[in-house]
C-alpha cells in the first residue's frame, strides 16, 4: 500500500499543482518529497485533522504546537519554501480539499473525526477590556522568561546594529539602539522624559545612566513595573526613574500633561488598535511641551501585504495593528504632530530576532522547564516567522521623529538639526 507521505503528495499535485516543498515523513514511516533540507513529520493523523478544521496557517500552527506537526532541521528555511510555494500556486494555503480530497484516504487513515481542541497557549479575548488583556497575555509570561530570551537590557524591541565585528553582540545593538533614540530627542541633563509603554525600563534607564534625565514610564504589568524599580536601585537611579501603573488613556488628565521635553513610544502602538490610534497619537502630543519631540518605533506592514496573520493574532500579540507607514504618519499629522524623519530599520529587525532564536535554542531546556515545551514551541514558530516576515519585506519597522510646535509654528530645531 503506497504510505501516507506518497498519499498527500499525489493529493497536493493533483489538486493544487504543487511539488512539495519540503520532504515529508508520514507517522507510518512513510517519506515523500526533496530528501535535502527541512523535512516536515506528521506525527499523527490529529495533524491532518487539524488542518481539516482549520485549513491554512491557523491549523499549520496549531498542529506544530501541539508536536501533532513537526520540523527537523531550519525551521525559517521550511517556512521560507513552504510560503514560496503557497504564493506560485496562488493559493491562500494548503486547503482541506487538498489533504482529504479522497475520502478514502481520510477514513484509512484515521484522519476523519471530531475537531481536537485548540491549544490552551491560543489567546481567548472577551469583554470591553480586551485591549488590556491582549498585552497580558503577550507580556505577562513573568520576567524569568524573558529574562531567558532578551539581551542584558531586556530590550523587547527591534535594535540598530553599527559593527560586523563579531564580538559585536546583541547587547551592543541594543544599546546602540538606546542611544540613537536619546540623540534623536536630544535630551540633556535635566530633562524630562516619557515613555509609554516602557517594557522593562530600558529606555528609562539609558536615558537616566547616561544623558541625567528625570524619566518617567507607564506600563500595566505590574511585574515589569517592579523590575524597573528594582534595576533602579540595584544602579543608584531612583531618584532618576519613576515608573507608574497607568493606561496611555489616563494621561491628558494628569498634572503632568504638557511638561514633558521628550516623549517615547517603542513598538507599543502596534497594539492601540485602529480605533484607538487618534486617542493614541493625540495623547502623545498632549504630553508634550511647546518645541517638545516625540520618538515613535513602531512596525508596519506593506501597503498589499497583510501583516500579522492569524498564527499572531491568535497565539502572540491578539488585535495587533500593522499598517502602512505613511497610515501612522498620517495618524500622527492629524494630531498636530510635525514628521522631522523617519529611518527604516527593518534589516536591522532580521538580526534582532534571529538573535534572539539563537537564544532560545541554546536556553531550550530552560524556557521549557519554565513555561512548557508547547510555549516554547510557540515562541520557535513565532521568531522564525519572524525573522521570515521581514526578510521578505511583509513587515517592516521604523523610527519617526515628530515635533509638537510652539504657538508661533516653530518646532526649535536648528540649521542642519
Keep these: 500500500m503506497t504510505g501516507v507521505a506518497q498519499e498527500i503528495e499525489r493529493l ?50 496549531r498542529a506544530y504546537v501541539c508536536g501533532d506537526l513537526d520540523v527537523e532541521g531550519d525551521l525559517t528555511e521550511a517556512l521560507r519554501r513552504g510560503g514560496a510555494a503557497v504564493r506560485d500556486a496562488g493559493t491562500s494555503g494548503i486547503s482541506a480539499k487538498t489533504l482529504l480530497s479522497g475520502l478514502g484516504f481520510g477514513l484509512r487513515r484515521g484522519v476523519l473525526g471530531p475537531p481536537p481542541a485548540p491549544p490552551a497557549e491560543e ?54 539602539k538606546l542611544d540613537l533614540i536619546c540623540e534623536k530627542l536630544g535630551l540633556q541633563e535635566g530633562m524630562r522624559l516619557l515613555d509609554v509603554g516602557c517594557g522593562w525600563g530600558s529606555l528609562l534607564l539609558r536615558a537616566a545612566e547616561k544623558y541625567e534625565v528625570r524619566a518617567v514610564g507607564i506600563t500595566l504589568s505590574a511585574e515589569q513595573a517592579e523590575f524597573v524599580h528594582a534595576r533602579a536601585k540595584q544602579r543608584g537611579l531612583d531618584h532618576l526613574v519613576e515608573v507608574r501603573l ?22 507599543m502602538g502596534e497594539h492601540v488598535g485602529e480605533d484607538n490610534y487618534p486617542r493614541y497619537t493625540e495623547t502623545l502630543r498632549t504630553m508634550l511641551r511647546p518645541q517638545g519631540r516625540l520618538l515613535l518605533q513602531q512596525m508596519s506592514r506593506g501597503t498589499n501585504a497583510p501583516g500579522g496573520g492569524a498564527f499572531i493574532e491568535s497565539y502572540i500579540a491578539p488585535d495587533m495593528t500593522m499598517r502602512p507607514l505613511s497610515a501612522t504618519m498620517a495618524h500622527l499629522e492629524r494630531a498636530g504632530l510635525e514628521i522631522r524623519d523617519v529611518q527604516a530599520l527593518r ?28 510555549f516554547a514551541r510557540v515562541w520557535r514558530l513565532y521568531l522564525a516567522g519572524g525573522a521570515l516576515a521581514f526578510e521578505e519585506n511583509r513587515m517592516g519597522v521604523d523610527q519617526i521623529l515628530a515635533v509638537r510646535l510652539d504657538g508661533e509654528g516653530r518646532s526649535g530645531f536648528g540649521v542642519g538639526a
Design 12 to 61: 497536493m499535485t493533483e489538486t493544487m499543482g504543487v511539488a512539495l516543498p519540503v520532504g515529508l515523513k508520514g507517522w507510518d514511516g512513510s517519506h515523500a518529497g526533496p530528501v535535502d533540507g527541512p523535512q516536515a513529520v506528521l506525527r499523527s493523523p490529529k495533524a491532518l485533522r487539524r488542518l481539516l478544521f482549520k485549513p491554512g496557517e491557523l491549523g499549520l500552527a
Design 123 to 176: 489567546a481567548r479575548l472577551r469583554g470591553r477590556f480586551r485591549d488590556r488583556a491582549a498585552i497580558s497575555h503577550h507580556y505577562d509570561h513573568g520576567n524569568d522568561f524573558y529574562a531567558l530570551v532578551l539581551d542584558e537590557h531586556m530590550a523587547y524591541s527591534c535594535a540598530y546594529f553599527t559593527a560586523d565585528d563579531p564580538d559585536y553582540m546583541l547587547d551592543d545593538a541594543q544599546r546602540d
Design 246 to 267: 497607568r493606561d496611555y488613556r489616563e494621561l491628558p488628565d494628569t498634572e503632568d500633561a504638557g511638561s514633558f521635553d521628550a516623549v517615547a513610544s517603542i513598538e
Design 347 to 374: 534589516e536591522h529587525y532580521v538580526q534582532t530576532v534571529r538573535a534572539w532564536q539563537d537564544t532560545l535554542e541554546q536556553r531550550w531546556d530552560a524556557v521549557v522547564a519554565h513555561s512548557g515545551e508547547r
